[in-house]
C-alpha cells in the first residue's frame, strides 16, 4: 500500500525559505509522476509542482517557478520541495500525490495517492 508522509511545514516570514519533504512506501516509483500540490482555505486544490522519478524531469506552476525547487531522492524514496522567496498569498496547506506515468497533469484528480499535508503560513 502506497504511503505518503509530507513534514517541513511551518509558519515563516514572507522572503523566507522552506523545504518540504515526502516520505514514500508501499512500492517502487519507477515510472511515477510525484507531484506538489497546495490548497488555501476556501479555494480549490491546486498544482505547484510536478517530477518524473525515473528522469526527474520537472515542470511548474507558473505562480511558483524561478522560486521553488522540485527534487528527489530515489535511494531514500524521498520528494522535495525547495521553496524560497515566500510570499503571504503562498499560504496553504501543501500536498504530497502520486500518479503512475510519467505525463506532466496538473488535475489532482489524475494522481491517486496522496499525503495528509502540512500547513505552510507566510506571515506578511
Known amino acids: 500500500q502506497v504511503q505518503l508522509v509530507e513534514s517541513g511545514g511551518g509558519l515563516v516570514q514572507a522572503g523566507g525559505s522552506l523545504r518540504l519533504s515526502c516520505a514514500a512506501s508501499?512500492?517502487?516509483?519507477?515510472?511515477?509522476?510525484m507531484g506538489w500540490f497546495r490548497q488555501a482555505p476556501g479555494k480549490a486544490r491546486e498544482f505547484v509542482a510536478s517530477i518524473t522519478w525515473s528522469g526527474g524531469s520537472t515542470f511548474y506552476a507558473d505562480s511558483v517557478k524561478g522560486r521553488f525547487t522540485i527534487s528527489r531522492d530515489s535511494a531514500k524514496n524521498t520528494l522535495f520541495l525547495q521553496m524560497n522567496s515566500l510570499k503571504p498569498e503562498d499560504t496553504a496547506v501543501y500536498y504530497c500525490?502520486?500518479?503512475?506515468?510519467?505525463?506532466?497533469?496538473?488535475?489532482?484528480?489524475?494522481?491517486?495517492?496522496w499525503g495528509q499535508g502540512t500547513q505552510v503560513t507566510v506571515s506578511s
Open positions: 508501499g512500492r517502487t516509483f519507477s515510472g511515477y509522476t
Open positions: 500525490a502520486a500518479r503512475s506515468g510519467s505525463a506532466f497533469v496538473t488535475f489532482p484528480s489524475s494522481y491517486a495517492y
